[in-house]
């Protein structure tokens, strides 16, 4: 069964706004991670944010997590055209770090146009 | 050279064949997994391994078999082929230092295709 839930399914934007994706999720986890897929490539880690955690940044890259409310956020600033790809948030349930499993969402496509 | 190597990169083959995708990493890494992707479905655990000695099922192990034939090598089977099992299939390694579930750092995946 999937973990997570992403909205937007689909987001388009102009080159230079602000994306915004978000993620649901259904049990108690260790940690949620974010990853981009480039068309025809494998996905590619992103970031990941702890669960005792409410808010990282990397470069472009802004995440927050909600435990309370069991939701991500994914927010990437000043889009460029190079950012066209889908992004996957996937959940580390609780009590699973000794196996490494990861449940990924169904993602959201971003297409940036220039 | 990418630290996670997917051979084929597409096979077309008939349903009732028996194929095996391989997976091959230099990352050192003693966990494996193979994943498939379908469209709105994201990504599906097939199996995952620790190391050569240990192989667990994942959530769609039906219709598939795996070997992990040394730390760096772990293969996906489907016996006898069928055509739903047509989709991107992934393999991905991680690392267990650290604290908790760690990145994961997948291949360029395989594109199976069963007539």
């Known amino acids: 069964s999937q973990q997570g839930e992403e909205d937007p399914q689909a987001l388009s934007i102009q080159e230079g706004e602000n994306a915004t994706m978000n993620c649901s999720y259904k049990?108690?986890?260790?940690?949620l991670q974010w990853y981009r897929q480039n068309s025809g490539r494998g996905l590619v880690h992103l970031i990941l944010?702890?669960?005792?955690?409410r808010e990282k940044h990397s470069g472009r890259l802004r995440v927050t997590l909600d435990t309370s409310k069991k939701s991500s956020s994914l927010l990437i600033t000043a889009s460029r055209a190079a950012d066209t790809a889908s992004y996957f948030c996937?959940?580390?349930?609780?009590?699973?770090?000794?196996?490494?499993?990861?449940?990924f969402g169904q993602g959201t496509t971003l297409q940036v146009k220039p | 050279d990418a630290d996670v190597t997917q051979t084929p990169r597409n096979r077309i083959t008939k349903t009732g064949k028996r194929i095996m995708l391989e997976c091959s990493q230099t990352?050192?890494?003693?966990?494996m997994y193979w994943y498939r992707q379908d469209p709105g479905l994201g990504l599906r655990l097939i199996y995952y391994s620790f190391d050569v000695k240990d192989i667990n099922k994942g959530e769609i192990s039906d219709g598939y078999s795996v070997s992990r034939q040394a730390q760096a090598k772990f293969s996906l089977s489907l016996e006898s082929a069928i055509p739903n099992q047509t989709a991107l299939y992934f393999c991905?390694?991680?690392?267990?230092?650290?604290?908790?579930?760690?990145?994961?750092?997948f291949g360029d995946g395989t594109r199976l295709s069963i007539l």
């Open positions: 990352k050192g890494h003693d966990r």
């Open positions: 996937a959940t580390a349930p609780l009590g699973s770090s000794n196996t490494g499993k990861l449940i």
């Open positions: 049990t108690s986890i260790n940690n």
């Open positions: 991905a390694t991680s690392d267990t230092t650290g604290y908790g579930n760690q990145p994961q750092h």
């Open positions: 944010i702890r669960s005792n955690e």
